[in-house]
Each structure stands twice: as structure tokens, then as C-alpha cells.
């Protein structure tokens, strides 16, 4: 079983550097966890470095607004590297013109790249940043409309891998829940943010850019809740890792700030998972 420690202070002076998640960690998208905010503060002014790397559709300006409409001090992080801001890239390398499957508040992230968005009969490209009305809808709302995308080999872009994430004290899908039936359909996607390299490299080129030169990989820490991005992806793109266990898998061991540990074990046991320490919720030190 991988090591519990009390705080983030415990390993602080091991690591130059963390990428955090934000969703699950540092906020629950209503409110902000006060204690992982202070953690990261408290972390910068010993010395240390945080970028955050969430599997937001959003560039991450539109993070930072979020983030600083939540009251999230801007004392806790150095940069923010999103989903969106990878998926860009491989928006740019579409060609003919672009279905946005998702809200119409995702719609900065085609800010600036001249594509042409029309309805789905008409496209050649499908972008997913999430479902049209995520408080009400499921992903199979979508199965009739997204067979018959998928029957004419249009390409999936998924802008948020994340399958689900917790809204105050709900569990909302997102747009890597509708990648998922898409790719079940045999439909092809296209996916650049956590678990996948992209994200990473890019969290790996801001930090050499904050600091000037390359940052060793055995410098720098992942911190996140979710199996499928975050603890998957830190792993197979080989960062040590900081398990948040009050996430959205506590429901499988919970209390969500106590778990039981031999089912916590067992549940990471199963997902073939190690990561380097955890603990329920990121605070700097208890008491």
C-alpha cells in the first residue's frame, strides 16, 4: 500500500515542482476547497512551483477567469495548462468545416482559428467539449445522432477527457463519457488531454519556460483524484504521484475523509494503480 502522509508539507522538499488538477482537487466547480488552496500557496512560498493542469475545454484564460470567479487566489499557481489548450492544435489540423458538440460557453476555444462551425449534417469534423445540457442530459441522450456520425467516419475531437466530475455534490457527465460511446459505435476519436502525452509535454515546456531551463521529470509530482486522467496518466507518462482519495472514486471506499483502507488498497489494487503517497483531501499540514 502506497504511503498516507498527513500534508503536502511531508514531501514538499522532494519535488521543484507540481501539476495539479483542479476539478476534484482544488474546487468541486462551486465551491473552493480552502485547505488544497492554501497547500499550493504555502508550497510556492517554500520554494516550489504549480502548474495546474485540468481537462478543461477551455483555454486556459478561460481557466484563470473560472478560477478567480471561485476567489481562488492567483498566489496558489504559476500557470495553467488545459485540455483546450492541446486540443487547439489538433483543431488547427482539421480540414472542412467543424460540428461543436458542447455549450455554448466552450466556444472560446475556436477563438482565433478560422474554422467554420455548421450543424452536424453538414460537418467534416466533430469537436466534443461536453453535452449540450449537462445538469439533465446522459450520454445516451446522444447513441441515435452519434451512430449516424459515426456510420459516416467523421472524426471525434474530445476537448475534456474526463468522463464525469462533481458539480457541488452532483456527478455531471462531461465530454470524454460521450468519446467513449462514440469510440464503442466504432466511430474514430481524437483525444490530446490527461491521460494522454500531450497535456503533459506542454505542462513540462511551461515550466521549463518559468524557469529557463528543462526541469528534471524526477523534480516534479502529479497530484490528482480520477483513475482514467489523472492517476493514468501521470503514471504512464512517468511522474510520482499524489493520490486524492476524496475524489470522485471515494464513493468505493468511502468516508470520503476517512476511507477505509483495506477497500482503498483493494480499489487501487484493481485499477493497477501505486501512486507514490496519498491522502484524503490536499492540505498542507493536519494538526
Not at 452536424?120 to 466534443?128: H, L, M, N, S
Not at 441522450?141 to 474530445?158: G, H, K, M, S, W
Request: aromatic share 6%.
Amino acid at each position: 500500500m502506497s504511503k498516507r502522509i498527513s500534508g503536502l508539507s511531508a514531501i514538499a522538499s522532494d519535488y521543484r515542482a507540481i501539476l495539479c488538477d483542479v476539478w476534484g482537487v482544488l474546487h468541486n466547480g462551486q465551491s473552493v476547497y480552502r485547505q488544497a488552496e492554501n497547500a499550493l500557496v504555502q508550497y510556492r512560498k517554500a520554494g516550489g512551483q504549480v502548474v495546474l493542469l485540468t481537462n478543461s475545454p477551455r483555454p486556459n484564460q478561460g481557466v484563470a477567469s473560472q478560477l478567480d470567479d471561485l476567489d481562488v487566489s492567483r498566489q496558489a499557481f504559476d500557470a495553467i495548462v488545459t485540455s483546450g489548450d492541446v486540443t487547439r492544435t489538433l483543431i488547427e489540423q482539421t480540414v472542412g468545416d467543424v460540428f461543436h458538440l458542447g455549450p455554448d460557453r466552450d466556444l472560446p476555444l475556436f477563438a482565433g482559428l478560422g474554422k467554420n462551425l455548421v450543424d452536424e449534417a453538414d460537418c467534416k469534423t466533430i469537436v466534443c467539449t461536453g453535452l449540450f445540457e449537462d445538469e439533465r442530459e446522459t450520454p445516451e441522450v446522444y447513441r441515435d445522432r452519434l451512430t449516424n456520425l459515426a456510420e459516416r467516419q467523421i472524426p471525434f475531437i474530445c476537448a475534456n477527457p474526463d468522463l464525469v466530475v462533481e458539480r457541488g455534490d452532483r456527478m455531471i457527465y462531461c465530454a470524454g463519457s460521450l468519446a467513449k460511446l462514440y469510440g464503442e459505435l466504432g466511430g474514430q476519436t481524437f483525444v490530446a488531454g490527461k491521460p494522454h502525452s500531450p497535456i503533459y509535454d506542454l505542462a513540462m515546456k511551461r515550466l521549463q519556460e518559468i524557469n529557463g531551463s528543462a526541469m528534471p521529470q524526477n523534480n516534479v509530482i502529479a497530484v490528482g483524484d480520477g483513475m482514467p486522467t489523472d492517476v493514468a496518466g501521470a503514471l504512464s507518462n512517468g511522474f510520482d504521484l499524489l493520490y486524492i482519495s476524496a475524489g470522485i472514486h471515494s464513493a468505493d471506499y468511502g468516508p470520503a475523509d476517512d476511507p477505509n483502507e483495506a477497500e482503498l488498497e483493494k480499489f487501487l489494487t484493481d485499477h493497477k494503480a501505486e501512486p507514490t503517497v496519498w491522502m484524503p483531501r490536499l492540505c498542507w499540514a493536519t494538526s
